[in-house]
């Protein structure tokens, strides 16, 4: 019977595509050539069953708890690896429970809240000034993060055309710098609603320190409660917010908009995107999103045609992510010492996993940033170049 060992070298020997080196029980071996880039040190042996069950979840989890480390930089042995997401293994009916999580209102208020509560001090730690937690915009890679966050909310703003006295929705709202910026600079009154607490409490903290009490308000709410208010906006935006949503909801999304968008009123979708329809990653959806998965372009462009809505614009900013993910890395591993006190070596180990590995998949492609720009019906006032 062969030993562990030689069961699990078996398995990452098909990893090759990029040559990197396997420390275990005192040896070393090279997979692929020539030299390897980064090496891997396996502290204890995975299971090949469990990598068999999901590759993801055994890597992940083996790196949270330091039975593998990585010597070398973690973001370029990830996006070296992640470009081989092919060879992955991923059991879908053992992982059922996991992969196919309720979508219905109570469990994914407590999906959202298991991430974005688990503390704004926490986000402060390493976000920007501005605490937006979305791709940011990079005109010049020598812009700080703050101003590539502030590029990417005027850029938004910008292509949703505003006018003083027009209504703004931010559905998925965040800490609220989008809705602060678009009152400031065009004096539009804006709503935003989000599942956090945490989120909710400190914007509407924001709006009294910012002085925007007359043009703003935030409110805990879930985007399928909007028909409800009997509110109506002429622009929508909702920013990193649909992917909380679930496959089989993208439908009551948008319905959501319809309802609540005015005739001819534009709404701005942000969101990352999969190539194709996928149910997302086990790690992913287990350490980091709960429910979290990636609707594809193509599903949502589909969509929109049985609401009258017309795509004017799409556009990607899938590089635009590395960039940011890779400063966010950077920011959390200056403060790794304070998180690992507060959180736990193990918890600092997964994030700075997490952000690597998104890092790496929008490098390599495997997922993308889109930005989609919808008008309800025909808007023929819109001026005919990309005015933005």
Sequence with gaps: ?????????????????????????????????????FTVKINKPIEVKALMK?????????????????????????????????????????????MMTSSGKKNQQKEVAAHYDIGNDFYALWLDESM??????????SETLYQAQINKIHHILEKLGLKEG?????????????????????????????????????????????GVEEYLTVALMDYRDLPKSKKTFDRVVSVGMIEHVGRENYNLFLSSVDKVLKPTGLFLLHYISGMKEHPGDAWMRKYIFPGGMCPSLREIIDLCAEYNFYTLDVESLRRHYTETLLRWDANFNEHREE?????????????????????????????????????????????????Y
């Design 54 to 98: 999901s590759t993801s979840l055994a890597l992940g989890e083996a790196y949270m708890r330091g039975d593998i480390e990585v010597k070398g930089d973690l973001y370029t042995a990830l996006n070296n690896f992640l470009g081989q997401l092919g060879k992955f293994s991923t059991d879908t009916k053992a992982l059922k429970k996991l």
């Design 339 to 387: 998180i690992e006190e507060k959180m736990g070596g193990e918890f600092a180990r997964m994030w700075d996993l997490y952000l690597c590995a998104c890092a790496a998949t929008f490098n390599r492609g495997v997922i993308d940033l889109h930005q989609i720009l919808i008008s309800k019906g025909v808007n023929n006032d819109l001026p005919m170049t990309r005015w």
């Design 132 to 141: 937006s937690y979305s791709c940011g915009y990079f005109k010049r890679k």
């Design 166 to 210: 027009m209504s703004l929705l931010d559905i998925g709202c965040g800490w609220g710098q989008l809705l602060i910026e678009a009152a400031k600079t065009y004096k539009v009154k804006g709503m935003g609603i989000t599942l956090s607490q945490e989120q909710c409490k400190r914007f509407q903290e924001r709006i009294e320190e910012e």
């Design 1 to 37: 019977m062969k030993k562990k060992q030689e069961l699990l070298m078996e398995f990452l020997s098909q990893f090759d595509e990029k040559p990197f080196a396997v420390e275990i029980d005192g040896e070393t071996h090279v997979i692929g050539q020539p030299e390897p880039t």
